[in-house]
């Protein structure tokens, strides 16, 4: 058959039904399809390929899936301080920097965050949602090549004395209505999804409206919960019920709902996860960082267990090198629990793609290397220090290698990286206007810039 191009030769982890790794293997991709894989001496001779790549150098795996990142924050990157408690840190740093962004300002971050991703191995991704600027973000990043899910960032609850609260959740319906009308999911890559801030600041309404309009639409839900003890001790004061059993009762929880952090969770939640078929985001760096206590007391080797689907996800603006949150996945609670059996390297792989898959709705299309996927690949260079001598490709893309050794990305059979440079975005251009923009940020923010050693 004739396909546009064949990768032979390379070593390739599949993700397959039977997790098939082929040593001198071969891809053809023809339009946005995989049409061919296996062995490198069948392929070729199944192929007429168009353009032939020499792939004996590369470990070929699915791209990445991001289950969580805030797009538009990348321009705050290495300014926020470390040691702060979670509330000063959010409300005295985050938001208000947050809130100083221009629309050009978040149209910059969000294509620099893309960039990050696709020169790191990620080819699809879920926001966590835009406050601000929401379609001058959206339409930054249509050009890109990516895959990915993006909404209008919603609450509604009624804080201050005096507020509606029933016009303002209308308004947030309304809005996340809007978005799902103006991006549908038609088979652009980029589509809107209803996404809550989550935590508290959602009402029982809002939720269920949301989730109306997500199996309505075939999207899904995304929503923050449970970082630190603040949700846990709110919803049991309010509701007289943990989070995840407060949503249960309210009937919003399901496939298409994605809940991120749940580092303070107890074991009745986590059979509620299993039983509703929610999805779980871990962020292990933002954890790590934020000293939310991941490791010490968070549940996630017992949601495995009970079959609770685990996402991987880079959270904020530091980095989004899903490579460097998989070997963090595969590391914390092996430490953590004094058990090396958990979550083994190929364990850690399938959270960052084929279970990401499964919480996008994608399964049938991406996360895997198989005829009839998706052509979204990555090919990792192993004539590198970190990856010479080559033995076990997949514990080494866990513990040996990062995103650094990404030397070419294709989504939906389009070459994005190509001998580690993007084809759709003009990197240099990029860097520079993101650097002028972020110090204009920093400087009307009025926020020192705090460091442990003198900057002179």
């Not at 600027?133 to 005096?162: L, N, S």
């Not at 103006?182 to 980029?190: Q, S, V």
């Not at 993007?422 to 009307?444: G, H, P």
């Amino acid at each position: 058959m004739d396909v546009d191009t064949l990768i032979a030769g390379a070593t390739i982890i599949t993700l397959d039904a039977t997790r098939r790794v082929i040593t001198d293997g071969a891809i053809a991709i023809a339009g946005d399809r995989i049409a061919a894989i296996g062995k490198r001496t069948d392929v070729e001779a199944q192929c007429a390929a168009r353009k032939t790549i020499d792939g004996r150098r590369f470990v070929a795996t699915p791209g990445f899936v991001n289950g969580h990142v805030h797009l538009t924050e990348t321009l705050l990157k290495g300014f926020m301080p470390e040691a702060l408690p979670f509330d000063e840190s959010l409300m005295r740093w985050v938001v208000p920097l947050y809130e100083g962004n221009s629309p050009a300002d978040q149209a910059l971050a969000a294509r620099l965050a893309v960039l990050a991703m696709l020169k790191t191995g990620t080819t699809c991704f879920l926001e966590a949602g835009t406050l601000l600027a929401f379609e001058a973000v959206t339409d930054a990043i249509a050009d890109t090549g990516i895959r990915g899910r993006v909404g209008t960032w919603a609450q509604d609850r009624a804080f201050a004395p005096g507020d509606d609260q029933t016009a303002l959740t209308d308004k947030a319906l309304r809005a996340l209505e809007a978005a799902l009308a103006r991006y549908p999911a038609d088979g652009r890559l980029i589509a809107a999804w209803p996404l809550l801030i989550g935590h508290n600041t959602n009402t029982d309404a809002l939720w269920q409206g949301a989730k109306a309009l997500a199996d309505a639409h075939g999207a899904g839900i995304s929503a923050h919960m449970s970082p630190v003890q603040n949700d846990p001790d709110w919803y049991l004061a309010n509701t007289g019920r943990r989070p995840v059993e407060h949503l249960a009762s309210i009937g919003v929880l399901g496939p298409n709902v994605s809940l991120v952090h749940m580092v303070h969770t107890d074991a009745a939640e986590v059979a509620l996860l299993a039983e509703t078929g929610a999805n779980v985001v871990h962020c292990p760096g933002a954890a790590l960082k934020g000293g939310y206590g991941s490791s010490r007391v968070g549940l996630f080797p017992e949601m495995a267990a009970a079959g609770v689907n685990l996402v991987l996800g880079t959270d904020g603006a530091d980095n989004h090198d899903m490579m460097r949150v998989t070997t963090l996945m595969a590391g914390l609670f092996k430490d953590a629990r004094r058990d090396t059996d958990i979550f083994p390297a190929h364990q850690a792989i399938e959270m960052a793609t084929l279970n990401g898959a499964r919480a996008m709705g994608m399964q049938e299309e991406i996360g895997q290397l198989a005829v009839g996927m998706k052509a979204d690949l990555v090919l990792h260079d192993t004539d590198r220090p970190e990856w010479r001598p080559l033995h076990n490709a997949v514990n080494q893309l866990v513990w040996s290698a990062d995103g650094r050794g990404v030397h070419s990305v294709w989504v939906d059979g389009v070459r994005v990286i190509d001998d580690y440079r993007c084809t759709t975005i003009d990197e240099d251009a990029l860097y520079a206007e993101a650097q002028v923009a972020a110090d204009a940020l920093i400087a009307r923010s009025g926020l020192p810039t705090m460091s442990a050693w003198p900057i002179i």
